[in-house]
């Protein structure tokens, strides 16, 4: 099976920064697309932005400008810098990833347990 496993939420004032990393981990023979989303209290989840393996970005409006994904394909992990954080921020993020793992050789789509950033004066 296929791990995803979120650090670098906390709580951060308007206007300051966050890198969220996610790692991939266990039996994989490969990752695809990886990607963000958020979670807000009595919100649907979203996408934040999502990367492919080659490189290809896609960010949602609201953090264009403001968030970057980037990611190293060596370590199977990726990144979220998030710079100019607003109050509407304050989420929970969660890791994704379609993976295959080699016990299945199944494309399978992952979570992670998430991780809580908090913005606030």
């Known amino acids: 099976q296929v791990q995803l496993v979120e650090s670098g939420g906390g709580l951060v004032q308007p206007g300051g920064s966050l890198r969220l990393s996610c790692a991939a981990s266990?039996?994989?023979?490969?990752?695809?697309?990886m990607g963000w989303y958020r979670q807000a209290p009595g919100k649907q989840r979203e996408l934040v932005a999502s990367i492919t393996n080659g490189g290809s970005t896609n960010y949602a409006d609201s953090v264009k400008g403001r968030f970057t994904i980037s990611r190293d394909n060596a370590k199977n992990t990726v990144y979220l810098q998030m710079n100019s954080l607003k109050p509407e921020d304050t989420a929970v993020y969660y890791c994704?990833?379609?993976?295959?793992?080699?016990?299945?050789?199944?494309?399978?789509?992952?979570w992670g347990q998430g991780t809580q950033v908090t913005v606030s004066a």
């Open positions: 994704n990833a379609d993976g295959v793992a080699l016990m299945t050789r199944r494309l399978d789509n992952y």
């Open positions: 266990g039996s994989i023979f490969s990752i695809y697309n």
